[in-house]
């Protein structure tokens, strides 16, 4: 996320509403002025609104160099080329609830922020293994803190309770993951994607290497 | 108010009304078919049938509004994908008193497209079982008056399975099975050797064609029926009855034609026909017939039911014998276990079945004796995982990407079917506190499992876990997703068949004892849920009542 202020949000509403719509979310309280919230936005570095709202082209970016670590172009195309970062922008932005919304974008700050101290730079302008460093780290975090609650998670399901929000780099990989295979790159280039296969052959040969069958429905 | 005139009128195009109209035109009458909904045109209407994964903005996820939209759906099967076939529930609620998922299809051909298409026959062990036990009523039919009725509907639907030779679950005319997978194959053959052979993995049976049926295509393995399936392979009104009954150019088909009372001529004690509210123009009309069949999904044929003829009985038609409104009965399920298989990590397969494996029920049968009655069957699948496997997993980056685009281990996995006991505290009747968009009072379900239901999940899940150990798969969990009644969209019972009008509400023929002219063939007519899938039973159940009402009628009965 630099600091390219041209950048413009690509979803329907402008950075202006997206900030209404987040001092509306927290009882319209948080914000004396709105100009006073952009210029401190966009003195810190970052674009994206934080907490809730839309998506601005510089998050999208930021979000698909994410998945592009994640699931990087090897003999198949990277999460990038299946255009992975938009795709997380619209599931958070329609799927996710105002909580689960806000702990994705502070999540992107987190990041953002652990790769400047690390490196005295954002997250854009490391380099590809300090971004996997950097991840590999917060794939660390994530896994021990989701395993951690795994037997509350099932008991909250048979209850038919909603779960705590997931840890944020959770939901980036699980999204990343999500938007990279269900796309037409992911689906057709990484899998094999057979729309009508036209029979069953209950057992045949496998050969290590050979992609998954895509699903359809 | 305008009259129109017909010999039958069939209310509910789903598959109960479907095999009424089929069946009804067939034999000579003319049948006038109301669904409540819109029209939905075979193939052409399949919208999403042949669309990628790719082409839905969320990839067939759920959204926000999705959810604020659907608040039962959301409970378990809200999706993108097929959405258009589901109720919408802001114009059509209904009061919970308890928890009771109530998931339904407000359009021609109502919940036969989305159905799961598990076909099996019901035994005496099921139809006897109130009996033997004593528990509620007696079914007053018996499997012998069934058999030939399954053998009829099963031929036009086209029901694949094999022939497995168990008397729990009565062979049928199947076409050919389609097969078991090699990691199904693998634990079955080691099933067959443990529990003393009582245990079974056998192929789904289902409605889906393995050989072309008129105006059919045998299945193409795409596993995308719950689009609709524009190779008509899948059983549902549209590929099937709706095209027979058209035939006979004795049909006409109104959707957006909302039933909302059966009219009695209140001498005769005979139904004369329905009253109709238009969904759209909102006009009235009053249609008459010398038959009515009710087939507007268990709860909404109850629901009909209890508005009708209530200057005569106040609790509605059929209410004389105390039990209209009674006896709801659901399965309970989404509990079992999985585990891995090892030594098949050289094979896979090809194409998408549309079914899976069945273990029939076991228990308390040939010997057995649990602490509870009844039984469960497990319906399940071998496959390998796919990508989203590693949602979970440890890693990023190349290896993890190209590990995650391959074929994961092989799993086998497996959730329970439980009965659920007829018991007259579960019951539905009208809420005249609340209206639906048309200003007509909504249904209230009371309805909970019980204690029998509590003893059974133990066994539902242990069971498996059992099975898997004893045919050596690795890392064996079971699970318990917890289950509210409404969620297996099996709703039975409400309107229940008997052999006494003092005790229920239809006859062995499906005639509501109090207006013999009017037939309840869908699922509110069970008298007990057995475990197996019921919708194979409805239609045999109406094939046999649409002949007796014909019959009946040729001898002025009615």
């Known amino acids: ?24 979310v927290l009882g319209g309280l948080a914000f004396a002025g709105e100009s006073g919230v952009l210029a401190a936005l966009e003195k810190s570095g970052l674009l994206s609104t934080g907490g809730y709202g839309e998506f601005t082209a510089a998050d999208i970016a930021f979000l698909d160099e994410i998945a592009e670590t994640i699931l990087p172009a090897t003999k198949t195309p990277g999460a990038k080329a299946a255009k992975t970062g938009a795709f997380m922008a619209v599931m958070v932005t329609d799927s996710y609830a105002p909580a689960e919304q806000r702990i994705f974008r502070d999540g992107m700050r987190t990041v953002d922020e652990a790769m400047r101290q690390a490196n005295h730079h954002s997250y854009m302008a490391a380099t590809p293994p300090q971004r996997l460093a950097l991840l590999t780290t917060l794939d660390q975090e994530q896994k021990r803190v989701m395993d951690s609650r ?46 009508t296969p036209g029979r069953f052959d209950p ?10 069958w895509a699903a359809h429905a | 108010m305008k009259s129109t005139s017909y010999d039958a009128i069939v209310v509910g195009s789903g598959i109960s009304g479907g095999w009424a109209a089929k069946e009804l035109a067939e034999k000579g009458l003319r049948v006038l078919l109301l669904e409540r909904g819109r029209n939905v045109e075979h193939i052409k209407d399949y919208v999403n049938a042949t669309k990628a994964p790719w082409e839905y903005l969320h990839r067939g996820g759920r959204t926000i509004a999705m959810e604020e939209a659907y608040q039962v759906l959301k409970r378990d099967l809200l999706n993108e994908k097929n959405l258009a076939f589901w109720v919408n529930e802001k114009e059509s609620p209904y009061t919970e008193v308890k928890r009771f998922d109530w998931y339904r299809g407000y359009q021609v051909g109502g919940r036969s497209l989305i159905w799961g298409r598990q076909s099996y026959r019901w035994s005496d062990f099921d139809f006897g079982a109130n009996a033997k036990e004593g528990v509620a009523v007696d079914w007053p039919i018996r499997y012998e008056e069934l058999a030939p009725w399954y053998d009829h509907v099963e031929k036009h639907a086209g029901i694949s399975g094999a022939r497995d030779g168990l008397p729990q679950l009565p062979d049928g ?81 109104k959707p957006w034609s909302i039933v909302t009372e059966v009219l009695l001529d209140k001498n005769r004690k005979r139904a004369t026909g329905v009253r109709v509210l238009d969904a759209v123009s909102e006009q009235w009309t009053d249609y008459t017939a010398k038959v009515v069949f009710l087939c507007a999904s268990t709860l909404n044929s109850t629901w009909l039911l ?51 494996i069945y273990i ?56 329970a079917f439980g009965e659920m006991l007829p018991n007259h505290a579960n019951s539905v009747g009208i809420d005249a506190t609340k209206q ?22 133990k066994d539902m899940i242990a069971d498996m876990a059992e099975m898997l150990e004893q045919t050596g798969a690795k890392s064996v969990e079971s699970f318990d997703n ?32 109090d207006a013999p002219n009017v037939f309840v063939t869908d699922g509110a007519c069970m008298t007990s849920s057995a475990c197996q899938n019921p919708s194979l039973t409805y239609m045999a159940i109406t094939a046999r009542a649409a002949d007796f009402a014909v019959n009946e009628l040729n001898r002025r009965n009615l």
């Open chain 2, 482 to 513: 917890g289950s509210f009644p409404g969620m297996a969209i099996h709703e039975m019972g409400t309107a229940r068949m008997g052999r006494d009008p003092k005790t229920s509400v239809l006859n062995a023929h499906n005639q509501v004892w």
């Open chain 2, 173 to 253: 005319q199947f076409q050919a099975a389609m097969p078991l997978n090699c990691g199904e194959e693998l634990i079955a053959g080691r099933l067959k050797k443990s529990f003393d052979g009582r245990r079974h993995i056998i192929i789904g049976r289902t409605a889906n064609a393995t050989q072309a049926l008129e105006g059919r295509a045998p299945c193409q393995y795409r596993n995308a029926c719950w689009l609709g399936c524009p190779f008509g392979a899948y059983f549902s009104t549209q590929s099937s009855t709706l095209p027979a009954a058209a035939k006979t150019g004795r049909l006409t088909l």
């Open chain 2, 436 to 457: 639906d968009k048309w200003g007509l009072p909504v249904l209230k379900i009371d309805c909970a499992t019980g204690e029998n239901e509590r003893l059974m999940r």
């Open chain 2, 360 to 415: 029939p029920r076991y228990r308390n049968l040939f010997g057995d004796k649990r602490e509870y009655l009844r039984g469960f069957g497990y319906q399940g699948a071998a496959s390998r995982e796919g990508w989203s496997r590693a949602v979970k997993e440890l890693g990023i980056g190349a290896a993890f990407k190209d590990a995650a685009a391959e074929p994961g281990p092989w799993k086998f996995g497996a959730t």
């Open chain 1, 203 to 212: 057992c045949i040969a496998y050969t290590p290497g050979e992609p998954a």
């Open chain 2, 306 to 356: 209890l508005r009708s003829a209530t200057d005569v009985w106040p609790g509605g038609l059929g209410s004389s014998s105390g039990e209209l409104g009674h006896n709801l009965m659901d399965h309970h399920f989404r509990c079992g276990a999985e585990g891995n298989i090892a030594g098949l990590d050289d094979k896979y397969y090809y194409g998408r079945r549309p079914t899976g």
């Open chain 1, 1 to 24: 996320m630099n600091s390219s202020s041209e950048a413009e949000p690509v979803l329907l509403v402008n950075r202006r509403e997206a900030i209404r719509r987040l001092s509306a």
């Open chain 1, 150 to 195: 795994l037997a509350e998670d099932r008991e909250r399901f048979a209850a038919g309770v909603a779960r705590e929000p997931a840890h944020y780099f959770r939901m980036m990989k699980e999204l990343a993951l999500l938007g990279y295979f269900t796309s037409e790159v992911g689906c057709t280039q990484a899998m094999r994607y057979i729309e």
